[in-house]
């Protein structure tokens, strides 16, 4: 399966996708946004516009990177539907940014 779209500039890392994120992408997007964190990619900016929904399961993976990511110091940064542009560097920044464009998800 290849759900994810990742695009590497210098250091920075943009991950995009149109799927639904559910139990299904769930365990690929953990492995893509891991070996991110892992080679030292930063900013991850990871775009969800095209994304029609988002799962707890996916939401788990966002948060775990997300908090990894801020104890790395930098935190993620979410494109959400709507023109939002959001920084997010723990689970409770994450589920709050996400809010704004999948209520149910959060």
């Given at each position: 399966?290849?759900?994810?779209?990742?695009?590497?500039?210098?250091?920075?890392?943009?991950?995009?996708?149109?799927?639904?994120?559910?139990?299904?992408?769930a365990?690929?997007?953990?492995?893509?946004?891991?070996?991110?964190?892992d080679?030292?990619?930063?900013?991850?900016?990871?775009?969800?516009?095209?994304?029609p929904?988002?799962?707890?399961?996916?939401?788990?993976?966002?948060?775990?990177a997300a908090?990894?990511?801020?104890?790395?110091?930098?935190?993620?940064?979410?494109?959400?539907?709507?023109?939002?542009?959001?920084?997010?560097?723990?689970?409770a920044?994450?589920?709050s940014?996400?809010?704004?464009?999948?209520?149910?998800?959060?």
């Amino acid at each position: 399966m290849n759900s994810f779209v990742v695009v590497r500039l210098d250091g920075a890392a943009l991950v995009w996708t149109d799927w639904t994120l559910n139990g299904t992408v769930a365990p690929e997007l953990y492995r893509v946004l891991q070996e991110l964190l892992d080679t030292g990619a930063k900013p991850v900016v990871i775009d969800l516009v095209e994304v029609p929904s988002i799962d707890s399961s996916a939401v788990a993976v966002l948060a775990a990177a997300a908090v990894r990511a801020g104890q790395l110091g930098f935190g993620l940064e979410l494109r959400l539907p709507g023109g939002h542009a959001i920084p997010v560097r723990d689970a409770a920044q994450l589920r709050s940014a996400l809010m704004l464009a999948y209520p149910t998800a959060a």
